[in-house]
């Protein structure tokens, strides 16, 4: 059975720092690009940053580079999202997912999701 279990999220003030964790099972993780998505409400669900199977490719959104980093540990089956400076527009549920594409950044170029995790940035 496929598994993505997102953690990590929480509030956090504007200017800190939030790790979000995605462990996966299920499947074989290090042959899929990992994908982080968000989704605020109101809003569709956009892409934040992807990562490739061998964690040497990496592709931010413009809204988040220089502020977040996506990284990968193939021997825990989990990929991670470093969010620093956080600002109230990063708000939003955070979604990690798996494709078998290089560098996805399409919803639907994933195959599996995880449920999300909340992350909420106050002012």
């Known amino acids: 059975q496929v598994q993505l279990l997102e953690s990590g999220g929480r509030l956090v003030q504007a200017g800190g720092s939030l790790r979000l964790s995605c462990a996966a099972s299920?499947?074989?993780?290090?042959?899929?690009?990992m994908g982080w998505f968000r989704q605020a409400p109101g809003k569709e669900r956009e892409f934040v940053a992807v990562?490739?199977?061998?964690?040497?490719?990496?592709y931010y959104v413009d809204s988040v580079k220089g502020r977040f980093t996506i990284s990968r540990d193939n021997a825990k089956n989990t990929v991670y999202l470093q969010m620093n400076s956080l600002k109230p527009e990063d708000t939003a549920v955070y979604y990690c997912?798996?494709?078998?594409?290089?560098?996805?950044?399409?919803?639907?170029?994933?195959?599996?999701w995880g449920q999300g995790t909340q992350v909420t940035v106050s002012s």
């Open positions: 990562i490739h199977w061998s964690g040497h490719s990496i």
């Open positions: 299920g499947f074989t993780f290090s042959t899929y690009a």
């Open positions: 997912a798996a494709s078998l594409m290089e560098l996805a950044t399409t919803v639907g170029h994933y195959r599996y």
